[in-house]
Nanobody, 120 residues
Framework: HVQLVESGGGSVQAGGSLRLSCAAS???????MGWYHQAPGKEREGVAT????????TYADSVKGRFTISRDNYKQMAYLQMNSLKPEDTGVYYC???????????????WGQGTQVTVS
């Protein structure tokens, strides 16, 4: 039973940077990986996804040019580099594994517990 564990969240001033990490306890190389953001009082939304091999990515318009998703399939890790953070980036960030379908990471079936990011 593979588990995902996020880390790297914290509090930062607007304009700052954070790097989130997602560690998988087992093999996730066949799945796409995604990062999702849940702001206080709002539904969870997709932020960035990456194909299983790492050659393709998708980003929400709100983070394009600021966030970068990456993965290391040898280490079973996924990352989200967040730069130029804004107060609206505040919330819980989850990583998830899903199925890559026609350029999108869908049907996420494996979720981490989330890590809190606070931007002030």
């Amino acid at each position: 039973h593979v588990q995902l564990v996020e880390s790297g969240g914290g509090s930062v001033q607007a304009g700052g940077s954070l790097r989130l990490s997602c560690a998988a306890s087992g093999y996730t190389g066949s799945y796409c990986m995604g990062w999702y953001h849940q702001a206080p009082g709002k539904e969870r939304e997709g932020v960035a996804t990456m194909s299983p091999g790492g050659s393709r990515t998708t980003y929400a318009d709100s983070v394009k040019g600021r966030f970068t998703i990456s993965r290391d399939n040898y280490k079973q890790m996924a990352y989200l580099q967040m730069n130029s953070l804004k107060p609206e980036d505040t919330g819980v960030y989850y990583c998830a594994a899903g199925h890559w379908d026609d350029g999108n990471c869908v049907a996420a079936f494996l979720w981490g517990q989330g890590t809190q990011v606070t931007v002030s």
